[in-house]
C-alpha cells in the first residue's frame, strides 16, 4: 500500500458549500507532489485535511496504512510551511529554527548539532544571530522551512510558499526546495496556483478545478497528454491556443482559414460532423511558411514580445486570437500578414460539450 491514501475525500462545510468533492490520490514514500490550479479550487482545504487543520467531511485518509481522520496534527507527524513567514521577530534565526526542538524538551546539544547541519544545508550558516528584520524575503522563508524540516518529520506540507517573494527570489528558492527535498527524501505536498513551480519541482502534479481534480500526472504527462480543456490551458506558458467551431465537411473554421480536423480524428470524423469541436495548438508547436502534413493559416501580426530567446507573436485571424513562439531571428514585421503552419501531431482535439480529449 502507499504511504499516504486519500479515498474519496470530502470537504463540506456547515453552511453547505462543497468545497472538495471525492479526492482520491495515492502518494508513495518519498514522492514530490503538487497541488495546482486557480484560487478557490480546494487545493489549500486538501492540504489542511491532511495537516488536521480541517476535518474530512467523508472518505478516508491513511498514513502508512492507518487511517488518520481523527489523528491531530502531531500525531500524524506533519510538518507545514505557510505562505507567511510566521516568524518570531524577537528571536534569532537560530531560535527560530530550534523552537520546535526546545519546545520539546530536545538536549540543548543535540538543538546545537542539528540547528547548524539544518542552517547549511540552507545557506543561513552566516546569519544564525540575526533577527527576522534583518533578511531578505528569501532567507526569511529558509528559515521558516528550517523550522519544518529540522524536525526530521516524514511528511512535509507546503501552502504556497513562494507567492510573497520576487520573481528573482522565487526562481532561487525553487531550486532549493528542490535540493532541500533530495537531501531529506521527505514525502512533500506543496500547494501553488503557479504552473512554472509546478512543473519545475513536481514527481506528479493534481490539477484541481472547483473541488474537482482534473488530472493526475507527471510534468510531462499534463504538458503532451491533457485530458481537457482546462488542463491543456492551465499547463503551458504562453497557454495553449484555442479555436472552437462546428464540423463541416470534415473542416472548422479558423478567420477565413478552413483547419483539416477529419485528418486528426481518423476513424471519428463522421462522428464529430456537424457537432462543435475544440482545436489546440501550442505556442512552440507551428512552424512559419507552408510546411507539409500541416493546417495551414494566414493571420494578421498585432503585436510582437521580444522574450531574448523567442519571440511572442500575437495573431488575429478573423475574430480568433492565438499567440505564437517563433526564433526571435524570423520575428515577423507588426501589421503584417503572415502563413503559419500547425503540423497535425502537434494538434489537440477536444469535445465540444465535455471539453474531454479526442485526439
Known sequence: MSYLVLKDINKIYPNGYHAVHNFNLDIEKGEFIVFVGPSGCGKSTTLRMIAGLEDISSGDFLIDGKRANEWGPQQREIAMVFQSYALYPQMTVFDNIAFGLTLAGVDEDVIEERV?????????????????RALSGGQRQRVAIGRAIIRKVGIFLMDE???????????????????IHQETGATTIYVTHDQTEAMTLADRIVVMKDGYVQQIGTPYELYYKPENVFVAGFIGEPPMNFVTGIVKDGKIPFGKNQLDVAKKLGQKAAEYEGEKIVLGFRPEAIELGEIEDACHVEADVELTEMLGDNTNVYITAG???????????????????????????????????????IS
Open 319 to 357: 475574430e480568433e486570437k492565438a499567440i505564437l513562439k517563433v526564433d526571435p531571428h524570423d520575428t515577423p514585421e507588426m501589421d503584417s500578414t503572415i502563413t503559419f503552419s500547425i503540423p497535425y501531431e502537434s494538434i489537440y482535439l477536444f469535445d465540444g460539450e465535455t471539453e474531454a480529449v
Open 161 to 179: 510558499p513562494l507567492s510573497n517573494l520576487d520573481a528573482k527570489q522565487r526562481v532561487t528558492m525553487r531550486s532549493e526546495i528542490a535540493q
Open 116 to 132: 547548524k547541519n539544518t542552517a547549511r544545508i540552507l545557506g543561513l550558516t552566516d546569519y544564525l544571530d540575526r533577527l527576522p
